[in-house]
């Protein structure tokens, strides 16, 4: 783990404020957002607005309550999603599944039968832009849910509760298993009636909150369109009038020749014998450049 990061994850029964969770090192809150289909928490706009207050994360999170149902699974999902939306959670942020035993939500299913389940729910959560996580005690999710599905699926996205005795992030206690994002270690941290979570993996931070801008690909200047008719001129060799250039065919024979000091209409150019030359007449009358100026 690169670094220790703190967050709270409250509900209606935690206060509106966040500001004794923030004093006591927490930098990010997961604000329980809704319960099946019909449950919005009273009090998460205003525990998000405090979290914002104290410039921490916000994540959401649901309670489950479709068991090992698909067709309600995507449903709560749908509840869950509408919900994101009116509380405004970031795409950059987790919405987190909730699923764990209560007397809404049975979890006595076969280990494929609650995945499949899950695994709709994550899906819809995920179809909609979000970063999808699993939440559940490390007791259940070892043995009620395969967990090997949903990490090769979504990666490191489990969050797992296990209290070692000391209530505090003990890592010689850490509950061994693959896949786990966060781990929730104690149910009153620092005495505050709240669970405490410690992040494994960095969830909140793009590039572009590190300060690393995605940098754009540089493009290249569009080539100036080349011409290809002109005039050119034939000065004066070496002050002497009577000097002449020698002309060369297409294949780089040399033919007739020219007299300086003159000007001549060019059609094309190309390289002949490794110089660039001026096409003035037939195929067999290109002039060196070396020896002309473009004047037009």
């Known amino acids: 783990m690169s670094s220790k990061e703190y967050l709270v994850d409250v509900s209606a029964y935690q206060n509106t404020s966040m500001a004794s969770y923030h004093a006591h090192g927490a930098t990010g809150i997961i604000v329980k957002g809704t319960e099946g289909t019909w449950y919005r ?12 207050h104290y410039h921490m994360w916000v994540h959401m999170y649901h309670f489950a309550n479709f068991g090992h149902s698909v067709h309600q699974a995507k449903l709560e999902a749908q509840a869950c999603l509408a919900e994101a939306k009116r509380l405004n959670i970031s795409k950059k942020r987790y919405l987190w599944l909730d699923w764990e035993e209560s007397t809404q939500n049975y979890i006595q299913g076969s280990r494929s039968v609650n995945t499949k389940a899950i695994l709709a729910f994550m899906a819809e ?5 979000y970063k999808v996580g699993l939440y559940s005690g490390a007791y259940l999710l070892k043995n009620n849910v395969d967990t090997r599905e949903v990490v090769k699926k979504y990666g490191t996205c489990l969050w797992a509760a296990s209290y070692p005795s000391s209530g505090v992030a003990d890592f010689d206690v850490f509950p061994s298993m693959n896949g786990v994002a966060m781990w929730q270690f104690t149910d009153n941290w620092h005495g505050l009636n709240v669970d405490g979570n410690v992040a494994l993996i960095n969830l909140h931070y793009t590039d572009e909150a590190k300060g690393k801008a995605t940098k754009k690909p540089i493009e290249k200047p569009k080539p100036k369109p080349v011409k290809k008719t002109g005039i050119v001129y034939a000065p004066v060799i070496n002050h002497n009038p009577n000097w002449k250039i020698r002309l060369l065919d297409s294949d780089g024979h040399y033919t007739k020749y020219i007299k300086t000091n003159t000007r001549w ?4 150019f190309k390289t002949i014998r490794g110089m660039k030359c001026y096409k003035i007449g037939t195929d067999t009358q290109w002039v060196p450049a070396k020896y002309t100026k473009i004047i037009e």
């Open 41 to 52: 928490n009273p009090s998460a706009s205003k525990q998000i607005a405090s979290a914002h």
């Open 125 to 129: 959560i995920k179809k909609a832009g």
């Open 265 to 268: 209409k060019y059609f094309d």
